[in-house]
């Protein structure tokens, strides 16, 4: 792979520059991408909320209908 310099990088275009983000963090395994304390307790209390939250909701159908008999 050939390298960028940080001058090239910066005659890329925004778009073209976002393009490589997006490439770089694709790449990246999710065992690679670290979480702070403060993240970690989010993301298990999301978890931990996941089933309930499943169990409280509506289907996209249910939705759809009640959308559709507001909003006619």
Do not use: F, N, Y
Request: hydrophobic share 35%; net charge negative; aromatic share 2%.
């Amino acid at each position: 792979m050939e390298k960028l310099t940080p001058e090239e990088i910066v005659r890329l275009t925004p778009p073209e520059r976002l393009a490589l983000i997006e490439q770089l963090w694709d790449s990246l395994d999710h065992d690679h991408i670290p979480l702070t304390p403060a993240q970690q307790t989010e993301l298990e209390r999301r978890l931990g909320s996941l089933d309930l939250d499943r169990r409280d909701g509506i289907t996209w159908a249910a939705l759809k209908s009640e959308l559709e008999r507001r909003c006619p």
